[in-house]
């Protein structure tokens, strides 16, 4: 079974500094990599998802994630914090062998943006 | 628009009392999804259902309840038996219910126990 763990349940960086929010996984097969994002008291929404092909994958926002294989991760970067990025922020796994309903989400990442 | 919509936003209940929780969509999804939120745990799979007339439980089912009459409706009701229900709850669809489909989710239904 696939898992995924998000190091750091809260990161704060100051606003204009690049944001770093890191993700490992684990799979027995090829995974399917996410990241969403969840405003306070809303529901998720998709930021950046890596099925096949490209490893560097860019999504809204001016975020993007690359896939290594080799060390297991989908870190999200940005490289300039806006104010409006302050959200927590979920990596999900899934494996292509099965549906949906096997994606699993990590604990979450509060990222706090300072002025 | 297309989307998802939740209702109730607020919710409060008495021990020993069972609550439905309303989710609707108009993106012609397949596969709808609950899901429970805790601090600090992530989402959590109540239940899915990827065709009309029929549901499957997820990792947490218990206590939970669901049906799936139409395609755009797949309510979930939190009975007395759930021990701790207090919590977020998040309804979600895709497409098709495969692999590599990106969630929609609605803005969420909070339910807490007095």
């Known amino acids: 079974a696939q898992s995924v763990t998000q190091l750091g349940s809260h990161v704060s960086v100051s606003e204009g500094a690049l944001v770093l929010l890191r993700c490992n996984y684990s799979s027995s097969v090829p995974p399917y990599l996410f990241w969403y994002v969840q405003y306070p008291n809303q529901g998720l929404q998709l930021l950046l998802k890596?099925?096949?092909?490209?490893?560097l994958v860019k999504g809204i926002n001016g975020f993007e994630a690359e896939f290594k294989k080799s060390e297991t991760s989908f870190h999200l970067t940005k490289p300039s914090a806006h104010m409006s990025d302050a959200a927590e922020y979920f990596c999900?796994?899934?494996?292509?062998?099965?549906?949906?309903?096997?994606?699993?989400f990590g604990t979450g990442t509060r990222l706090t943006i300072i002025p | 628009d297309g989307g998802i919509t939740q209702s109730p936003k607020y919710l409060f209940r008495k021990e020993g009392q069972n609550v439905t929780l309303s989710c609707e969509q108009n993106l012609n999804h397949d596969a709808m999804y609950w899901y429970r939120q805790d601090p600090g745990q992530g989402l959590r799979l109540i239940y899915y259902s990827q065709i009309v007339n029929d549901f499957q439980k997820g990792d947490i089912a218990e206590g939970y309840s669901v049906s799936r009459e139409k395609k755009e409706s797949f309510p979930l009701t939190v009975t007395s038996a759930q021990k701790n229900p207090t919590a977020f709850y998040l309804c979600?669809?895709?497409?098709?219910?495969?692999?590599?489909?990106?969630?929609?989710f609605g803005e969420g239904s909070r339910l807490t126990v007095l």
């Open positions: 979600a669809s895709t497409r098709y219910g495969l692999a590599g489909e990106e969630l929609f």
């Open positions: 890596y099925t096949t092909g490209a490893t």
């Open positions: 999900a796994v899934s494996e292509s062998n099965f549906g949906n309903e096997k994606l699993t």
